[in-house]
């Protein structure tokens, strides 16, 4: 299982974008890159998924360079409610690996 | 994206007694289902993997017969904590695989059951 390590926190202000990145050295050629978004007391939300490139859905964006060792969540212009802590998780998850959690990232918007 | 649901979602039991937690996966089949526990200020620890029609694995330090874990059907899977003492009160947050038609897989976590044991 690659090894995830994030900022533990960042601060940010309303309406700025966000950029969390994620360093994965040792992913395998298999591996996916999924980030999850986490409020207090509740199960965490799937945000995004990638396997190279750029990923994009409504809530975010997911940019992986040709290497793959790193990866950067892209959140544009970030609310209060964007409060939360984010973990970036990397596996092959097609073969039923199992996601393993790090520390995450912090992330607290101000006004 | 895909739902899955926790029930129920807080419980408060005595020590001794054994509480059943329910994870379901509303709108989609799920082989494997994954059981975490989370402490305070902290992140998700992996307990056990539950396979549809096959026995649990298990995270090294989890012991089998004091959280038992059934999968019974593809949408659901149940941890049991037997003889439940105070230093299992935590946050349980179970978690579905979904593999999806265009060859997705990713997994869709329930919302948490928060247990409390007096």
């Known amino acids: 299982l690659a090894k995830t390590t994030q900022p533990i926190s960042m601060d940010s202000y309303e309406g700025q974008e966000v950029n969390i990145t994620c360093s994965h050295n040792n992913i395998a050629t298999n591996d996916y890159i999924t980030w999850y978004q986490q409020f207090p007391s509740q199960g965490p939300r799937f945000i995004i998924q990638?396997?190279?490139t750029k990923v994009t859905n409504e809530v975010a964006s997911l940019f992986i360079p040709a290497d793959r060792k790193s990866s950067t969540l892209s959140l544009p212009r970030v609310s209060l409610s964007d409060t939360a802590v984010y973990y970036c998780?990397?596996?092959?998850?097609?073969?039923?690996?199992?996601?393993?959690f790090g520390t995450g990232t912090r992330l607290a918007v101000r006004p | 994206g895909a739902v899955v649901s926790q029930h129920p979602s807080w419980v408060i039991c005595k020590s001794g007694t054994s509480v059943k937690i329910e994870c379901r996966s509303l709108d989609f089949q799920a082989t494997t289902m994954f059981w975490y526990r989370q402490f305070p200020k902290q992140s998700l620890m992996l307990m056990a993997t539950s396979n549809e029609g096959s026995k649990a694995t298990y995270e090294q330090g989890v012991e089998k017969d004091k959280f038992l874990i059934n999968h019974a059907s593809l949408t659901l899977s149940t941890l049991t904590v037997t003889s439940a003492h105070p230093e299992d009160s935590s946050f349980y947050i179970c978690?579905?695989?979904?593999?999806?038609?265009?060859?997705?897989?990713?997994?869709?976590f329930g919302p948490g059951t928060r247990l409390t044991v007096l």
């Open positions: 978690s579905a695989r979904e593999v999806g038609r265009d060859s997705t897989d990713t997994q869709y």
């Open positions: 990638g396997y190279k």
């Open positions: 998780l990397v596996g092959d998850t097609r073969s039923g690996d199992k996601l393993t």
